[in-house]
């Protein structure tokens, strides 16, 4: 190997090193997200999540939702509105001719929350009140 090549060589094993790291980071990133989910979910629950085929329960969707979104739902609950609290309330059946009325509520029990809890005790039970109240107001006003 003459001293012409060998730092071409070097290069190449650089830039090929260089091309490698940033997978490998993106990965154990994934990984890092990835076990940090499961573990909170089967931390949380004495039951399984997912289905046989690996897929969320119909039964926790909401309560998986919430728990993966918490940050997103606390900002769009603060504000009132938002994709994610949209979500949490299709997951919690509220009718899409209801969600206005949802967010709204659900905006003013997270006012409360946040002045009355500590934030451990979580925003789920807080969206299940809302839907339930604003369903239980829905078929009364029916009768």
């Excluded at 969320?56 to 919430?66: G, L, N, S, T």
């Excluded at 299709?90 to 009355?116: I, K, N, Y």
Aim: charged share 20%; aromatic share 6%; hydrophobic share 35%.
């Amino acid at each position: 190997m003459t001293r012409r090549t060998r730092p071409y060589r070097t290069f190449g094993l650089l830039l090929g090193l260089m091309t490698l790291l940033p997978g490998c980071t993106t990965k154990a990133t994934l990984d890092s997200t990835s076990d940090t989910v499961s573990n909170f979910l089967s931390s949380t629950s004495g039951r399984s999540w997912l289905t046989e085929d690996g897929l969320v329960r119909d039964d926790i969707k909401a309560e998986a939702f919430m728990a993966i979104n918490r940050d997103h739902l606390e900002q769009d609950l603060a504000r009132g509105e938002g994709e994610y609290l949209t979500s949490a309330g299709t997951l919690l059946s509220v009718p899409a001719e209801h969600q206005l009325r949802f967010r709204a509520h659900a905006r003013t029990q997270f006012e409360q929350l946040a002045s009355d809890t500590t934030p451990e005790q979580g925003i789920l039970p807080l969206l299940i009140s809302s839907a339930r109240s604003l369903l239980q107001s829905n078929r009364t006003s029916v009768r």
